[in-house]
Each structure stands twice: as structure tokens, then as C-alpha cells.
């Protein structure tokens, strides 16, 4: 009895061991693609910062700086006589870009973040708060409106002599500083079908979701429409709550696929090989050829009794060349990436060498990836 409990228990611990082992490298389709039409909407503002410390806009450089101040003044009842106009002064005040990102599903009175970016000759944003400043996208319409003080999360401290600065001072952030006042039509619940869109292309990737799909779903709702979409049918059960639908569409894991590639950075010696990296039958040899050249200048002296003799500095140079003990490997064909990376290690290769082999491989017609050189 206890044998038989005892082999049950191994049989069921191998079982999960391969299961797990399986699903080792299954991704989230959450993490794969996005389902159309569910992003993020851009926007910007034209603003004034006041409340600086001197660091604001010079009216000689930024003119359009006093023309905004006395729009703002006149919109708030304050008038400003036309002749005293370019007498105008105003240090403590800078003319900002405001952009900011409308989330998909956005309803009125949200908070989003803000970021305030110095348009004119302002010398630092700190301490300043932002107006009220609309923010409008591509259509023109006002979606959010932007104030609050602005947060550069840094300092400037100058003396007579010099002084001490702490990241950008004209490029600030308002945490949750714009408040949505109007949304976007949204008819999300509503849709008979929705669209993934994989974030790289790949055809056997989707075709692999689609595949998953149905079979959770038992039927064929998902179709692979090519290598990047992929069209989901809502079941009626799921009419009127696509959300939900997508909730459990979005879990679902899956193995994605990739293209056998390989990334090189020449100007820091970074390799990056892919795990379908492939090789033919090659032979490789490695070695380093060195040239060492050394200057040791010697000093010539005069005889002791020479008269008109003068101490003269005299060139001599030494140089060795040499060559480190080359190696020959063959590399047989169809080995996976960890072979390639022992095969090469065997010959003592820097990750400088490996981009020369790995190049001289590819030209040789030996490897079967793609070599990226960025």
C-alpha cells in the first residue's frame, strides 16, 4: 500500500514537473498584443508659469511672453494701456508647453499627470505654478485642463563665483495636475467582434493565439487575418460585456515565436543571440596577431674633453610582433545556441572576437539568423 502511494506521489510530481517545464516559456496574450482601439489619446497646452524667482522670460527675447500676460490680464478685467505695453517687465513669469496623455476610458473629473516644458528663455521653472491651461488634441476640442505648482524635482544654487545645479530646471511635472472635462465616445460593450493587434509581426505567433482561442472557447471565433491580426468573434453569451470577454481572452497563455536573430554592438562589444539561432557544418580558426612598439630615447654625451661637444637625445625603438597559439574547431551543423557559445568559448574568444567569428560565419553562408548591427 504505501509503494503504491509512494509511486502515485512520484508520478504526480513528474507529472507537474513536465506541465510546468511545458508552460516555462508560455507569455500572457495581455503581453503579445493589444486589443484595437483601446490606447491613449495625445494633448497639449499653451500655459504661463508664474511665481518665479527672477529665472522667468526676457521681454527683449520672448515678445509673444507679454503678449500672453496681457491677454491673461484682460481676461480678467484688467486693463492694459496699449502705450504702456512694451514697458512691460515681467520676470517672475514663463511661457510653457503642456502636454499630457488622455488614457483610454477617461471620464470627466479623472486626474492625469502633466508635464511643463519652458518655451521661451526661462533659466529654471522652480517654484513657479502653472495657470489654468487648456489642453487640447489633434481636433482641436479641449479634453482636459491642466494647473497646480510645478515639480522639477531638482535645484539651482548660484554664487558670485560659481554654483550648483541638479538635473533640468526648464522641464517640470504636475502629479494628477489636469482633470478630464471631456470624454470620448466609448461603444467598447457594445462591438460584435474586436481586433488584437500582435506588437510584432509574426505569423505562426497569431495563428497560435487564434488556435488557443478556439479551443478554450470551443468553437471557431478567432481567425488569423495576418501576421499581426487577429479577428475575435464575441459570443452572445458575452453581448453587452465585451469587458468581461476580453478579461478572459487576454489571460490565456501562449508560446510566442520568434525570427533567429542575432544583435551586435560594436561600440561596447554586446553580443545578443536568440534561442532559434542555428549553424552549419563550419571550421573556425582564432587568433590574435599583436604588434608591440616601444620608444626608449637615449641620452649621448659629449668626450670629457671636448669643447664644443653638446649632449643630444637620441631615438631607439623596439618592436616585437607576435601571434597567439591559434586553435581549429569545427562546429557541426544544426547546434542550438548553448553548443555555438561552448563551441566558441573553446577557442578563447572575447565578445569582441565572437562579433568578427559570428560575422565571418554569416558570410560564409553558415549561420541561419539574422545578424543586426546597431
Known sequence: MFRKLALFKVFAFLLCFFMLTENASAIRIKELANVNGVRANQLIGFGLVIGLANTGDRATNVFFSIQTMVNMLQKLGVTVPEDRVNQLQFKNAATVMVTAELPAFAHQGDRIDVTVSSLGDSSSLQGGTLLMTPLKGPDSVTYAVAQGPVSIGGFAVQGQAQGVQANHLNVG?????????????????????IILSLKHTDF???????????????????????????????????????????????????????????IIDERTGTVVMGDNVKISRVAVAHGNLFVQVTEEPIASQPGPLSEKGETAILPRTRIAVGEDEDRLIVVP??????????GLNAIGVTPRDLISILQAIKAAGSLHAELDVI
Open 333 to 342: 551543423e544544426g547546434i542550438d545556441l548553448g553548443q555555438v557559445v561552448n
Open 204 to 262: 505562426t505567433t497569431g495563428n497560435r493565439i487564434a488556435k488557443k482561442i478556439n479551443s478554450v472557447l470551443k468553437d471557431e471565433f478567432a481567425t488569423n487575418l495576418d501576421g499581426r491580426t487577429i479577428h475575435i468573434k464575441v459570443p452572445l453569451f458575452y453581448r453587452n460585456n465585451v469587458a468581461e470577454f476580453v478579461t478572459q481572452i487576454e489571460v490565456l497563455e501562449v508560446q510566442p515565436d520568434s525570427v533567429a536573430k542575432v
Open 173 to 193: 511635472r504636475i502629479a494628477g495636475g489636469g482633470m478630464v472635462e471631456k470624454e470620448l465616445p466609448n461603444t467598447f460593450n457594445t462591438k460584435e467582434s
